[in-house]
């Protein structure tokens, strides 16, 4: 787990994150099942679940996730998830998976696709870790899904493709920089945006999805592009029509009218280059390097950046709810915000956000070649399933499972001594390893600049969702419904 150095303590938190590892030693014993499992161990296959097992994990875990839309959301249909609690309810499945099979991996015995669910917090480590071989991150169903929009992007790629592509990409975003090298601009574009934002919601007397988000769009298409883009909604609308379309993945037909409209759109901005923008830095970056196609880069970048609007209307909400934690945010945030600077507090919210509700809660990757496990092999051509939030809310390996915890990533620990257990238990929001989201950091800059202007002159009271516990935090808020009464301090 990734986590800043600290800050000072906070009273709250004098709770152990990991209990013990027990619980997932304790699950390790081998797996219980039925007779559908054929004979497993270091020469055959890893163990499958059961037929009945697998019917659960497909209706409580997979399709839920797949029905709220894994590329871009479905509001309606998060706001179902919403009411049932569907995100609880599938870590609640998983738990049981692991109770009773074990360890894992296991193989999910379904007809026309080869694949594997990881259980333990060790398999998450390694799949991450040894990617992207054997462990490809540009697996089948999402080559169908980014294909619509981004077929020669980074996330979609392997071998040397890939590797040059992730150079380019590392480079732009100025991956392991806090503060990004164009942050001057960037936080002054944020700025602006959110300052419209919160004026328009102190007008209103209310600030909600919609106001948000419209804000939050201006603002990153200008740090993406340039001012230029700033209005440009004919743009998103195209993006955001195909990535509906890649909610399907590969069982819709490409839109090649619409991706060429939104490329040749995209090679404007890149010709254009205004400084100070990401698109500027793009054109500096990519030479004739023909296995860098730089205009197809630039869509991962708009359509990760919308998820992270849901992040920090969440994570508004969980400071709204947590007066403790939303005073010590305002202390730490200095008077003069137009200078660029790491907001800790501020960014260890957003991650908190993520953690309780990751924007990306299946992490894919697909077996290169055959790979051996303690409990058996698992064949080439396998999609393996990292299910984030069963990690990240395991309430029976993690005491802060559903704790609003900002101390998980300001380093200071939850308890303040944090040991192997908690500092080795997978919170993986943003993945780790080779195929780490090289944008986390740009993301949190743009975030907490984007929410610390929201604060810096106005208070947000939260009317929806208006029973949020910072203590004991729902498997899904909808930040669709998310709704705030602004006014003024
Ligand atoms: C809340 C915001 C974000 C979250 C939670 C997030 C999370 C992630 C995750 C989990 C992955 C790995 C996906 C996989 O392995 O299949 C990823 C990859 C990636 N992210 Fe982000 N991301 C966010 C925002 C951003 C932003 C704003 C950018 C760029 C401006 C960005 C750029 C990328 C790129 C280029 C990759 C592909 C990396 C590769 O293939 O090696 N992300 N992100």
Known sequence: MSSPSGTAPRDRSTEST???????????????????????GPTGPVPRLGLADTARLAARVLAPT????????????????????????????????????????????????????????????????????????????????????????VLVSHGRERAQRRAVNESVLDTPNPVHRLAGDVVARVREEARG???????????????YSTGWRRAFRR?????????????????????????????????????????????????????GSLAGLLAQTVGGDSLVDPVDQIPQWLFAFDPAGMAGIRALALL????????????????????????????????????????????LRETTRDVAWPTGRL???????????????????????HRFTPELWTGEGHDGTAGDAATDWP????????????????????TSTFLATLLEHHDHALEHPASLDPDRVPGVVSPFRVRFRTSPR
């Open 18 to 40: 990991a209990s013990t590892a027990s619980t997932a030693s304790a699950a390790s014993a081998p797996s219980a099942p039925s007779a559908e499992s054929p004979a497993s």
């Open 197 to 211: 934002v919160a004026e328009e919601a102190a007008r209103s007397g209310h600030l909600d999805w919609a106001t």
């Open 320 to 363: 709204a709810a947590d007066a403790d934690e939303l005073a010590r945010v305002r202390g730490e945030m200095p008077a003069d915000l137009d200078t660029p600077q790491e907001l800790r507090r501020l960014r260890a919210a957003v991650l908190e956000s993520v953690r309780l509700w990751p924007t990306t809660p299946m992490i």
């Open 427 to 446: 919170l993986v929001p943003f993945s780790e390893g080779p195929g780490v989201c090289p944008g986390q950091n740009l993301v949190l800059l743009t």
């Open 379 to 401: 064949a080439a051509d396998t999609a393996v399933l990292v299910y984030a939030p069963f990690f990240h809310r395991d309430d029976e390996a993690l005491a802060v499972a």
């Open 66 to 153: 797949v029905a709220q839309g894994a590329i871009a959301r479905r509001p309606r249909v998060v706001g179902l998830a919403e009411r049932l609690d569907l995100d609880a309810r599938a870590v609640a499945t998983v738990q049981d998976l692991h109770r009773r099979y074990g360890d894992g991996p296991v193989r999910l015995p379904l007809p026309v696709r080869r694949f594997a669910f990881v259980l333990s917090p060790r398999d998450v480590h390694r799949v991450l870790g040894e990617s992207p071989e054997p462990f490809a991150l540009a697996n089948r169903e999402k080559q169908g899904a980014l294909g619509q929009f981004q077929p020669h992007g």
């Open 223 to 275: 740090v993406v592009l340039g001012d230029a883009a700033r209005d440009d909604e004919d743009l998103q609308g195209d993006l955001d029509a195909l990535r509906y379309r890649a909610n399907w993945s590969y069982l819709l037909p490409r839109s090649r009218t619409r991706r060429d409209r939104v490329r040749r759109r995209l090679e404007q901005y890149l010709e254009r280059a205004e400084p």
